[in-house]
C-alpha cells in the first residue's frame, strides 16, 4: 500500500523544516517546495531568497527528501503586489501577507501540489485545522495552541477548498519546542531568525521600498485644531497608529508625549496627527467593515457577539456584530486603539476563527473636534 504524499511549502525557516520533519516521521511520503515569489532587486541584502533555498535544500537533504524550487513571481505581482499599490495609493494600509496566503501559499502553491501528486499539503503555519466528520466534511480553522504564535489571522481568507488537504503540524506545539526538536535532529536552520518582513518581499527601508512605486506627494502635518506642526512625504507612507518617523520635535506645551498618526485627509493631502497613546481620536468602539469572508462559507446567525482583532498581536476583543448596507459593524465593548482602513477585522468564536472583513473608511480629521470624546465614544 503507498503512502500517502504531502507536498510541504518549504521557506527554508525553522518551521517548515521542523513540519516536514514532523511529516516523515509520520509515515509521510514527503516532498518539499520552495516557492520564489518576488524578482525586483532580490538581492542578499533585502530578500535573501538564494539563501534560503540554499537553507531549505540543505534541511531537505538532512531529512532526506526531495526539494523542486518554484517561481510563482508573476502571480504574486498580479494577485498580491498589484492591489498592495492600489490600496496604499487609497490612503489605505493593506496586510499583503493575507492575500498572499489565500492567492499563493493555498492556491498557486495548492495547485501545483496537486498536480504534483498531492494527498495533502502543509505549512509551518502556526494553526490548526478540525475535521469533524474526518476528510471530505467541513473544516474549522483552530488557533494554534500556542497563543504567542497563532497566525489564524493570516490565515481567516482561506475557504473549504483550500483548507481540506491542508496539515498544520505545528499547531499543537510552543515554538520553544519547535527549535528545541531542530536542535536536536540536526536541522541546519534551528537557529535562524524568524522573518519579520512582507511577505516574500523580505526585510527592508520601507518608506524607500514603496518611493520606487508610488509617487511622494509631500504636505502638511496638522493637530486636530489646524496647526501646521511638520511635512509628511506623501500619505501613502504612514498608516493610523504610526509613531516612527514622524520627525516632529516635541512641542512645549507637551514636550515629553510622543506624536501618533490619527488620520488622513486625502482631499487637502493632510496627515492629522496627535500627541499621546491614549489620545482619544486615535480610539474606536465602533469598527465597519466590507467584503466579508466566511470560512465555513456561509455567515452564522447574526447579530451575534464574537472575539475580535483589528490587529494581529492583540489579544481578542469582545464585540457585538451586525450586517451593514455594505458589509459589517462591529461594536466593542471597550474601545480599540487604531483600527486601520484596508486591515482586517478578524472574528473567533472561542478557538474557532470564523473569518473575517477589511476595515473600511478613513477615520480622518480635518479640524478641531467638538469632541474628541464623542468620536471615541462610537
Known amino acids: 500500500m503507498s503512502r500517502e504524499r504531502v507536498v510541504v511549502g518549504m521557506s527554508g525557516g525553522v518551521d517548515s523544516s521542523v513540519a516536514a520533519w514532523l511529516l516523515k516521521q509520520q509515515g509521510y511520503e514527503v516532498v518539499g517546495v520552495f516557492m520564489k515569489n518576488w524578482e525586483d532587486d532580490d538581492?542578499?541584502?533585502?530578500?535573501?531568497?538564494?539563501?534560503?533555498l540554499v537553507d531549505a535544500a540543505s534541511v531537505a537533504d538532512v531529512i532526506g527528501i526531495d526539494l523542486e524550487a518554484v517561481n510563482f513571481a508573476?502571480?504574486?505581482?498580479?494577485?498580491?503586489?498589484?492591489?498592495?499599490?492600489?490600496?496604499?495609493?487609497?490612503?489605505?494600509?493593506?496586510n499583503p501577507d493575507v492575500l498572499c496566503n489565500s492567492e499563493i501559499k493555498f492556491a498557486a502553491f495548492l495547485d501545483h501540489a496537486l498536480a504534483l501528486g498531492a494527498d495533502w499539503i502543509a505549512t509551518g503555519h502556526y494553526a490548526r485545522a478540525r475535521r469533524?466528520?474526518?476528510?471530505?466534511?467541513?473544516?474549522?480553522?483552530?488557533?494554534?495552541?500556542?497563543?504567542?504564535?497563532?497566525?489564524?489571522?493570516?490565515?481567516?481568507?482561506?475557504?473549504?477548498?483550500?483548507?481540506a488537504p491542508v496539515l498544520f503540524p505545528l499547531g499543537e506545539l510552543p515554538k520553544r519546542e519547535v527549535r528545541a526538536i531542530a536542535k536536536r535532529e540536526g536541522i541546519p536552520t534551528w537557529a535562524k531568525k524568524d522573518s519579520t518582513g512582507i511577505c516574500f518581499i523580505g526585510e527592508r527601508r520601507f518608506r524607500e521600498f514603496l518611493g520606487r512605486y508610488l509617487p511622494?506627494?509631500?504636505?502638511?502635518?496638522?493637530?486636530?485644531?489646524?496647526?501646521?506642526?511638520?511635512?509628511?512625504?506623501?500619505?501613502?507612507?504612514?498608516?493610523?497608529?504610526?509613531?516612527?518617523?514622524?520627525?516632529?520635535?516635541?512641542?512645549?506645551?507637551?514636550a515629553d508625549a510622543p506624536w501618533f498618526v490619527a488620520g488622513k485627509?486625502?482631499?487637502?493631502?493632510?496627515?492629522?496627527?496627535?500627541?499621546?497613546?491614549?489620545?482619544?481620536l486615535l480610539y474606536r468602539r465602533e469598527v465597519d467593515a466590507i467584503e466579508p469572508h466566511w470560512i465555513a462559507g456561509e455567515a452564522p446567525p447574526l447579530p451575534a457577539s464574537?472575539?475580535?482583532?483589528?490587529?494581529?498581536?492583540?489579544?481578542?476583543?469582545?464585540?457585538?456584530?451586525?450586517?451593514?448596507?455594505?458589509?459589517?459593524?462591529?461594536?466593542?465593548?471597550?474601545?480599540?486603539?487604531a483600527p486601520t482602513?484596508?486591515?482586517?477585522?478578524?472574528?473567533?468564536d472561542g478557538e474557532t476563527c470564523l473569518g473575517g472583513a477589511v476595515i473600511a473608511g478613513a477615520p480622518g480629521v480635518r479640524a478641531a473636534p467638538a469632541g474628541a470624546a464623542a468620536i471615541a465614544a462610537k
Open 265 to 280: 485627509d486625502l482631499a487637502r493631502n493632510t496627515l492629522t496627527v496627535v500627541q499621546g497613546h491614549d489620545h482619544p
Open 306 to 337: 464574537f472575539g475580535a482583532k483589528t490587529r494581529y498581536r492583540m489579544p481578542d476583543a469582545r464585540c457585538d456584530v451586525v450586517q451593514s448596507d455594505d458589509g459589517l459593524r462591529a461594536t466593542f465593548d471597550a474601545p480599540q486603539w
Open 74 to 94: 508573476e502571480a504574486y505581482r498580479e494577485r498580491v503586489f498589484a492591489h498592495f499599490l492600489r490600496e496604499y495609493r487609497a490612503g489605505r494600509t493593506p
Open 43 to 52: 538581492t542578499d541584502e533585502h530578500c535573501t531568497s538564494r539563501a534560503d
Open 132 to 163: 469533524a466528520q474526518g476528510r471530505g466534511g467541513p473544516v474549522e480553522l483552530l488557533k494554534a495552541l500556542d497563543a504567542t504564535k497563532d497566525q489564524t489571522y493570516f490565515l481567516h481568507r482561506l475557504t473549504q477548498a483550500q483548507l
Open 216 to 254: 511622494r506627494e509631500p504636505g502638511p502635518m496638522a493637530t486636530p485644531d489646524g496647526r501646521t506642526v511638520g511635512t509628511h512625504d506623501g500619505l501613502a507612507y504612514y498608516t493610523l497608529g504610526q509613531r516612527q518617523g514622524l520627525r516632529i520635535g516635541g512641542r512645549r506645551d507637551a
Open 341 to 348: 482602513p484596508g486591515q482586517y477585522l478578524v472574528l473567533y
